[in-house]
């Protein structure tokens, strides 16, 4: 019986596979320095390019369309987390976050690029307006990219 | 509103039920609690300025005035998700609890889904099912939005949910959808005997599916959004010999009880145990909520 589910359930998700949570850990804390803590009560798995977040080690033996939340795609050149992950887990991060005014706001739910004085390594940051996070935007020489979805973003109507 | 006429003798109050039938439905946001914090969300709607009023009954729900959520940026950070009133009672009385393992049996677009989400605190596994792909991408958003890291999202038609044991399933069935007409009166237009009696077998089947899915002990909520006594009760009645029902209220919540009786049809005494939350009670849109424990 248990043999069964489990041979089930492999052959069901396949393409899904389970990654070393301390993997995901460090590559987390190396960029937004977030403790581990912050991943301790969850599992990943990998499908194709994309890291999905899910609450149990097990995936429930169905076949699935998701397994709990994509929270960051494996590309050739850095990783690039999802606004969804940030906003979930942002708040523990202790670097690389940027603080926007009202202006650099609703330039970044425009899906806009500007220019920025921050205190920012390049690459991937986390967006944070009145201390809450907005979601991932790309540093690069003095600008900040929006990386919001285009599904939220808003046309910059002041 | 003709067709409402037929509920003439089980609605209470009938010619205010009728008044509250066009008038507009308020609107009403969940607070998305994996995200933020009731305080800390209404302290950002007042800095903003913006007028709501907390609801009485259910600490996660707000009531706004002229505001549309969906403009806010509150929305796009995932902290509050727009929820019709009456639609967050289901999740409270199916009352998951964190580490179980829990079904939405018929779960786009995910308003309920994403509020067991944050009852269950993001653990144990919740598997938001639904067979039609249009309404799945909805589903997705939404619990992509709001950050629900313990749903599993499946795409079968209910009737044949693959076997498995849950501690808890919602059944939040397609509908004639009556309890709605107070957004859109047009959906009355659809009523029929007919067309609810071909939606009777298809709850019935995926009520009985869900039975069987569910561990002895467990809970069942079946839950739609009309007034068909064929579409509520003689659902109920179906899988009356599976499971015990338990009594539905909730305190500040106005409800009337389930039918004993309809249209020569007698369910029985015991049928009271259900809710029927009518417009004019609560000013909420309408809903039926029935609570079953496996035997
Ligand atoms: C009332 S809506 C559910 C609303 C949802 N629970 C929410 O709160 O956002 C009913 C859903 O049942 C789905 N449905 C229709 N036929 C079904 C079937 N055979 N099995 C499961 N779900 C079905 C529809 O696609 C629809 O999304």
């Known amino acids: ?158 | 509103m003709d067709h409402l006429d037929r509920y003439r003798r089980i609605i209470p109050d009938y010619p205010l039920f009728c008044e509250a039938m066009i008038q507009p439905l308020p609107v009403c946001v969940r607070i998305n609690s994996l995200k933020t914090s009731a305080d800390d969300l209404m302290s950002r709607l007042d800095k903003a300025r913006l007028s709501y009023r907390r609801l009485g009954w259910y600490r996660w729900g707000l009531r706004l005035n002229g505001i549309r959520p969906g403009l806010l940026i509150e929305h796009l950070m995932g902290h509050i998700h727009p929820q019709e009133e009456s639609s967050m009672i289901p999740p409270l009385v199916l009352d998951p609890q964190p580490g179980e393992k829990v079904l939405d049996l018929c779960a786009s677009p995910g308003s309920k889904t994403t509020q067991i989400a944050q009852m269950m605190e993001n653990d144990g596994i919740l598997v938001a099912n639904d067979p039609s792909p249009g309404r799945i991408v909805a589903l997705r958003a939404n619990c992509e939005r709001l950050g629900a890291a313990n749903v599993a999202v499946t795409r079968y038609d209910g009737r044949a949910f693959p076997r498995y044991e849950f501690d808890r399933i919602l059944v939040d069935a397609p509908c004639s959808g009556e309890g709605m007409a107070r957004k859109d009166l047009t959906v009355l237009k659809r009523c029929n005997l007919k067309r609810s009696m071909g939606l009777q077998r298809l709850q019935q089947a995926l009520l009985g599916r869900a039975v069987d899915l569910t561990r002895q002990g467990g809970v069942i909520v079946y839950s739609t959004c009309t007034y068909a006594p064929e579409e509520n009760e003689a659902v109920v009645e179906s899988v009356l010999d599976r499971v015990r029902l338990i009594d539905v209220d909730i305190p500040g919540l106005a409800r009337s009880r389930g039918l004993d009786a309809w249209d020569g049809n007698i369910f029985g005494e015991l049928m009271g145990r259900c809710a029927r939350y009518y417009p004019h009670h609560n000013d909420t849109g309408g809903f039926f909520v029935a609570k079953l424990i496996k035997r």
């Open chain 1, 1 to 158: 019986m248990i043999l069964e589910d489990s041979l089930s359930q492999s052959s069901l998700n396949a393409d899904f596979k389970l990654i070393d949570r301390d993997l995901i850990a460090d590559l987390w804390h190396s960029r937004f320095g977030m403790p581990p803590d912050a991943f301790q009560s969850f599992s990943f798995y990998r499908k194709a390019r994309m890291i999905w977040m899910f609450s149990e080690a097990m995936l429930p033996p169905f076949r699935l369309e998701t397994a709990g939340l994509r929270i960051m795609s494996m590309r050739k050149g850095p990783w690039k987390p999802t606004t969804y992950a940030l906003q979930l887990l942002g708040r523990y991060a202790t670097k690389n976050v940027v603080s926007l005014d009202e202006d650099g706001a609703r330039m970044f739910i425009a899906g806009g690029t500007f220019e920025i004085e921050a205190d920012l390594e390049e690459g991937y940051v986390i967006a944070t307006f009145e201390g809450q996070v907005l979601g991932c935007a790309l540093y690069s020489r003095g600008r900040l990219i929006s990386q919001l979805p285009k599904e939220r973003r808003r046309p910059d109507d002041p």
